[in-house]
């Protein structure tokens, strides 16, 4: 799904309006590149050297992360396939960006999630209970949009399972519970499809 299209639980894209822009999946844009004459701050995720294979042209690299956008909508994405530094970060859940000590971002997370599922439980008539957060990516959207993946308990199997909850946040207004939804099954593509189609044209890009 690119920007501009919709999640299956939301309008649909002739239905579009401008209050609708939190439902957006946002395309990847790069911030720095290898390529870039001056050096520039590495975060801890990215740790691909020049050594590392596949070899991938910035190009390639927007595009493979755009494929994984793409298939799961911004809430999987594995930063270890890139040099780049990209829009799209990891929430570092022991530490304090988004919030001010003793706090930790896990602790936002855990009210975020906490309200989302409450949200779903109210509109499904579920008594799911929030467990913990599991992990989150963000980017900047007149604030801060996060995809978080979190564990909630199930009375009725007593089973523990997987859900989503995508959350507009906002310093200075009111933050947007945009979606919560039990996380669907990969049916687009995986990690693995994605990292081989882009080392495929890595490859006719090097013959050509």
């Not at 590149?33 to 042209?57: Q, V």
């Not at 930063?79 to 990891?90: A, M």
Request: proline share 7%; glycine share 4%; net charge negative.
């Amino acid at each position: 799904m690119g920007e501009g299209e919709r999640s299956l639980d939301g309008p649909k894209p002739g239905e579009l309006s401008l209050d609708d822009w939190t439902w957006f999946v946002e395309d990847a844009f790069v911030v720095h590149s290898p390529d870039e004459p001056k050096p520039w701050f590495k975060p801890w995720y990215i740790t691909k050297t020049e050594e590392d294979e596949p070899k991938l042209t910035t190009r390639q690299e927007v595009i493979l992360m755009n494929e994984q956008i793409d298939a799961s909508e911004g809430f999987d994405i594995n930063y270890k396939l890139f040099r780049c530094l990209f829009n799209y970060h990891p929430v570092v859940l022991e530490a304090h960006q988004f919030v001010e000590p003793p706090e930790t971002n896990a602790d936002l997370l855990k009210r975020l999630c906490e309200k989302s599922i409450d949200d779903y439980n109210q509109e499904n008539k579920t008594e799911l209970e929030f467990v913990k957060p599991l992990y989150a990516n963000f980017h900047s959207a007149s604030g801060v949009m996060f995809l978080i993946t979190f564990q909630v308990k199930d009375p009725v199997d007593n089973l523990t399972k997987e859900f989503q909850a995508r959350v507009h946040y906002s310093y200075v207004d009111k933050s947007n519970f945009v979606f919560c939804r039990p996380k669907p099954s990969p049916d687009v593509s995986t990690d693995e499809d994605s990292l081989g189609d882009a080392e495929e044209n890595a490859k006719k890009q090097r013959l050509e």
